[in-house]
């Protein structure tokens, strides 16, 4: 019986990135179909920082994903995402290129009107809905991505690069066994690298 997995993410994050490239190939090694979610560290950190250019394109991404969702349904976020974070990551135009977001949507063939959702709050009570969706499962005190699968929900994996093939699916059934331990939680070490994407 195929699992069911939710997984939320901010397109910003370089390592929620990784670790969705990582999920789709999961899917293809194990019997698991991956539903697509936002959250914001705009929203998350909101109290924690000045709300300067850099926090409001943060905020204006996820604002137009979410438009893009309520206009077009949820399956049009991952080819979405995919689009932008190829282009934020891979290409290396991430933070202030704001040429992405239009770039993103032309390419999966979504209309420019959605641009428009950058710049208004309109949107802002269902980024927030979705947000503390998929956080108020792992807590305030992690960022993205959280996976959410059959009763267990958790931060990461944070890896790099994503493993692929049968690797893919053995980290998967090690994430959940971990996570789904009664009373687990953390693993840490400290990163010595930064993303791969290859």
């Not at 939320?8 to 490239?21: I, K, L, V």
């Not at 991952?78 to 290129?97: C, M, V």
């Not at 931060?155 to 059934?173: H, R, S, Y």
């Not at 789904?180 to 791969?196: H, L, Q």
Request: proline content about 5%; charged content about 25%; some cysteine.
């Amino acid at each position: 019986m195929t699992a069911s997995a939710d997984f939320w993410f901010d397109p910003a994050c370089p390592w929620a990135w990784m670790t969705s490239r990582w999920m789709l190939e999961v899917e293809q090694v194990r019997d698991v179909k991956t539903t697509w979610h936002v959250m914001s560290l705009a929203v998350l950190n909101e109290d924690r920082r000045e709300h300067d250019a850099d926090w409001l394109r943060l905020l204006g991404r996820v604002r137009v994903l979410i438009a893009a969702e309520q206009a077009h349904g949820n399956e049009v976020l991952l080819p979405l995402y995919t689009a932008l974070g190829r282009r934020i990551h891979n290409e290396g135009r991430g933070g202030k290129d704001d040429a992405v977001l239009a770039e993103a949507l032309e390419e999966v063939g979504l209309p420019s009107s959605l641009l428009e959702a950058a710049d208004t709050d309109k949107y802002d009570d269902a980024l927030k809905k979705s947000h503390h969706a998929g956080m108020d499962l792992v807590g305030m005190d992690v960022g993205t991505p959280v996976i959410a699968v059959e009763g267990t929900a958790f931060f990461g994996p944070v890896v790099t690069p994503a493993p692929k093939g049968e690797a893919a699916g053995k980290l998967w059934d090690g994430v959940r066994l971990v996570a789904g331990t009664e009373g687990f939680f953390e693993i840490k070490r400290t990163r010595d690298r930064g993303p791969i994407f290859d």
